[in-house]
């Protein structure tokens, strides 16, 4: 490849990086409204686990920034962070997600992970097998190369690794491709954009004791022009 191509990429991929932010943002509100299930039929992963429930959710740790300001961010630490008051504050002021901890269960299967807008990556990933051990669910954690089951080979362990990754990874992948089909439709500031102001809006009025400002601001590139709206 050569140095000019190398520029190319390099300048698209820089013209585009405001992408990751706005795709989490949008993610969180998208999990938002459906609930935090997500359809499986949508994905395409392994065809054992048709028909099993599957959601996601986000974890306790987030991290917003307002675009063209990277140094400036607002770290949130919350066991609550689904519905909160603190996130939709950050929003309304113009800040979008920059990194978030989920959590995504199929099935039995619970994988841990944070996610990044900076290039989509998947980071702090941790694999629990869910039991069901007289009704009650035990959570087995098998990040730190204890065995499943004692008559579970470490081979069999490392396949269901691989499998719950090539999941979380097919899962990340279709739910950025609805969101860049959702970005790219007209509908998108009158639906997506009006939904994310309407949650900001109700849940600023549920969570903040002082009235919520009547012109709710969120945030920047998911407008298309860099500024709040």
Do not use: C
């Amino acid at each position: 490849m050569s140095q000019s191509q190398d520029f190319m990429q390099g300048s698209m991929r820089q013209r585009l990086n405001f992408l990751g932010a706005e795709f989490l943002t949008w993610l969180y509100f998208y999990l938002e409204k459906e609930g935090g299930f997500l359809k499986l039929e949508d994905f395409k992963i392994n065809p054992h686990l048709n028909g099993a429930h599957v959601r996601m959710g986000v974890g306790k740790r987030m991290t917003l920034i307002p675009l063209g300001y990277k140094d400036r961010k607002t770290q949130l630490v919350s066991p609550m962070l689904d519905d909160s008051g603190e996130v939709f504050s950050a929003i309304s002021s113009g800040q979008l997600i920059s990194s978030m901890e989920m959590e995504l269960v199929i099935a039995e299967r619970m994988i841990n992970f944070a996610i990044h807008a900076s290039d989509g990556a998947l980071t702090q990933v941790r694999l629990s097998q869910l039991f069901e051990e007289s009704g009650d669910v035990a959570d087995k954690q098998f990040g730190d190369d204890k065995a499943i089951d004692d008559e579970v080979s470490a081979e069999t362990t490392l396949l269901l690794r691989m499998s719950a990754l090539d999941d979380l990874e097919e899962i990340v992948d279709k739910l950025f491709q609805r969101f860049l089909t959702r970005r790219l439709a007209q509908a998108f500031a009158s639906e997506d954009i009006k939904l994310m102001k309407n949650v900001v809006a109700q849940g600023l009025k549920r969570k903040v004791p002082t009235p919520a400002p009547e012109n709710v601001q969120v945030a920047s590139g998911l407008a298309g022009a860099g500024q709040a709206v």
